[in-house]
């Protein structure tokens, strides 16, 4: 079965500074990838998303994440972190051994933005 | 903009009463998902359906929840009796996916906030 797992539950920055959430996921099979951010009182709403194609892929809002097989890692960087991008971010897993059409999501980590 | 919606956006109940959770997909999508968010659990996947029929519902208390499509515009999650331990965020989100299993991506709606006291 396909699992995914972020380090860190929680992750401070200061404004201006990198952004690196990770997120290791196993799988038999080349999975699917994503990853969603949640702001508050909100729904989650898609950052981007690794389908096969190119291993490092770019997402809204400045984020993108490498796929990485050696490392069965997906981790989620910024260059300079705004104050906006303060939320929970959730890394997914989705293909054959999830079930169908389920997704897998890790349990969050939640980025807080300093001034 | 094609959005997912919910209603209620907030319910507050006794324990004992019925719940009743509304969604509209967007249009067009063939997949719905319900999930619920806790502090302590995190998002669970309750049930999805594709093509309106429930596929998985696993992760769904069957003794007191319920999950169903009356039709393509909407899906509807029902609490029977509630508990205060089904307290949380219900999240509904739509995808339009593939014959081949491919994953696609989820839309996610505001959520239902619902308290059962």
């Known amino acids: 079965a396909q699992s995914v797992t972020q380090l860190g539950s929680h992750v401070s920055v200061s404004e201006g500074a990198l952004v690196l959430l990770r997120c290791n996921y196993s799988s038999s099979v080349p999975p699917y990838l994503f990853w969603y951010v949640q702001y508050p009182n909100q729904g989650l709403q898609l950052l981007l998303k690794y389908t096969s194609a190119a291993t490092l892929v770019k997402g809204i809002n400045g984020f993108e994440a490498e796929f990485k097989k050696s490392e069965t890692s997906f981790h989620l960087t910024k260059p300079s972190a705004h104050m906006s991008d303060a939320a929970e971010y959730f890394c997914?897993?989705?293909?054959?051994?999830?079930?169908?059409?389920?997704?897998?999501f890790g349990a969050g980590t939640r980025l807080f933005v300093k001034a | 903009d094609a959005r997912v919606t919910q209603t209620p956006r907030h319910k507050v109940t006794e324990m004992g009463q019925e719940v009743t959770m509304r969604c509209q997909p967007i249009l067009g999508h063939n997949t719905v998902f319900w999930y619920r968010q806790t502090m302590m659990q995190g998002l669970e996947l309750l049930a999805y359906?594709?093509?309106?029929?429930?596929?998985?519902d696993s992760g769904m208390p069957k003794d007191r929840f319920s999950a169903e499509m009356p039709d393509a515009t909407l899906a509807t999650l029902k609490i029977q009796p509630s508990e205060p331990r089904d307290s949380a965020v219900y999240f509904c989100a739509s995808g339009l996916g593939t014959s081949g299993g491919a994953a696609e991506t989820q839309y996610f709606g505001p959520g239902t906030r619902l308290l059962v006291l």
């Open positions: 359906f594709r093509n309106r029929a429930p596929l998985d």
């Open positions: 997914a897993v989705s293909g054959p051994n999830t079930g169908g059409f389920k997704t897998i």
